[in-house]
């Protein structure tokens, strides 16, 4: 009946499903344990008519030439140029911290000096992790990365993470650096927005296929079993002998026999109000107080147009696996990654059997990275 499974309708498993589809003639199922497809992705409308993201607000952005003229076939953009402030104290301040940033903080007269300064040093349009800049001899130098560790990443990082900058991968502050440049964008990419007629509509069209049948709330884990001793794949009761692509996470393919790979992750609060507009923007870092860490609008995101308006506030956890919980952020380090290479140790024994995304490769993957991976993995598979 199929050439192909893909557990999984994120971006990672949808893309990955299209090209096995489209460019190889395969017959694909795509099998989604949530009741949507689209993954952490998915928007639909609210109660009040409110187009909102129910896993956390999603910006494309990527550089990738060929991802955005892949994805571009399933939708067209609302482009703009996403915009964050955090506040701190009564001021809005631009994130990254850049150099509008630093005159809002320092004053016009004294921003100029030090903006003249970083850029000596760092060169115009650099972007400087914040704990590269921490390094920095210079009094004038430290006093900034003082400025900005203390009020944009050290509480945030602390509620988001629950461990200090330094202590987390440094790639991951490393995605919000400090940038010598005036432009107040969030993300340095060509390409941002938003599909124009919402992630959901953009998924529907990827998975739109006549070889790819998709089935919802379905776990993967009650129609394919992974006969360990036999070193094979069965898909409801039968063998199965094609190739076989697993977005989900690695543990729970093995019961979790090694203990539960750690994570981070949210709780999302919604709240409604009648009222055209919020907070004047569509995301605000709370960098030095509350217990959320950002608050997004919605409607500032999709530029729709509406009489009220809808919010969502992250409060992060640490993932334990209970009825509900979602494991969003893979926490890299090397006792995780150790964890992690023992489950992939079990997943290798199959053969034609792949991890992708997010989830099974425990990474930190934007949309655009994802896609092209999907892409790239579904083509070798030719
Ligand atoms: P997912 O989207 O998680 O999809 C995995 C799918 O597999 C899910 O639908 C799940 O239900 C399904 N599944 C798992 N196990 C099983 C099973 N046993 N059986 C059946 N189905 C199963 N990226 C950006 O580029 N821009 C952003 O602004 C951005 N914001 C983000 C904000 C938040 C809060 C988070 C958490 C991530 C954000 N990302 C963003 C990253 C983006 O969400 C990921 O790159 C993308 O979702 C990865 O896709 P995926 O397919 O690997 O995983
Ligand atoms: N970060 C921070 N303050 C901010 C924005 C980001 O401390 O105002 C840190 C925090 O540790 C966060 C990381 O930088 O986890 C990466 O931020 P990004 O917005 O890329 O995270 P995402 O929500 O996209 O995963």
Redesign the pocket.
Known sequence: MYDAVVIGSGIAGAAAARVLAEEQGKRVLVLERRPHIGGNCYDQEDEYGILIHRYGPHIFHTGDEEVYAWLSRFTDWYAFGHEVV?RVGEQLLP?PFNLNTLKLVYGEEKGEILAGKLTDIFGAGARVPILELRRQQDPEIQAIADFVYEN??LK??MK??GQK?EE?DPA??G??PVVISYDNRYFGDKYQGMPKDGYTSMFEKILGHPGIEVRRGRDAREVLKLKEKESRVYLEGAGFHGAVIYTGALDELFECRYGRLPYRSLRFDFEHYEIPDYQGHSVV?Y?VSEDFTRITEFKHLTGQKAEGTTIVKEYPFAYRGGAGEIPY?AIMNEENFALYGKYAALAEKFPDFYLLGRLAEYKYYNIDAMAARAIALARSLA
């Open positions: 955090a994130v944009i990443f945030y990082t988001q993470w900058p987390i991951v502050t995605r919000v870092n960098t952020y």
